[in-house]
């Protein structure tokens, strides 16, 4: 049984930073691209990125780009999201993702992944 555990959320000053976890099992976590998403309170889900498999390609939000990093490593099957210059519109719960298919490379639509983390909450404080 598929099982992802979202960690290291947290609050945090504005201008500081935070790294989130993401440990799976149950699934074949080295065959799948990895996704980071996150949804503020009254809205709806947003995109923050996407990392292939290997971890050679990563596509960004537009709202993070520059700020954000998402990294993997395969050999813990975890994935990793390190946030920087936070600030309150980066408050939300973060929740990782993955695909049904392995190889596959989802965009930036929730309805492209199918297995979801519990979520982590982040608050940044100004």
């Known amino acids: 049984q598929a099982q992802m555990v979202e960690t290291g959320g947290g609050l945090v000053q504005a201008g500081g930073s935070l790294r989130l976890s993401c440990a799976v099992s149950?699934?074949?976590?080295?065959?799948?691209?990895m996704g980071w998403f996150r949804q503020a309170s009254g809205k709806g889900r947003e995109f923050v990125g996407v990392?292939?498999?290997?971890?050679?390609?990563?596509t960004y939000g537009d709202s993070v780009k520059g700020r954000f990093t998402i990294s993997r490593d395969n050999a813990k099957s975890t994935l990793y999201l390190q946030m920087n210059s936070l600030n309150s519109e980066d408050t939300a719960v973060y929740y990782c993702?993955?695909?049904?298919?392995?190889?596959?490379?989802?965009?930036?639509?929730?309805?492209?992944?199918?297995?979801w983390g519990q979520g982590t909450r982040v608050t940044v404080s100004s």
């Open positions: 993702a993955a695909p049904m298919s392995i190889w596959s490379m989802p965009g930036n639509s929730e309805s492209e992944y199918y297995y």
């Open positions: 149950g699934l074949d976590f080295s065959s799948r691209a």
């Open positions: 990392i292939s498999l290997g971890g050679a390609s990563i």
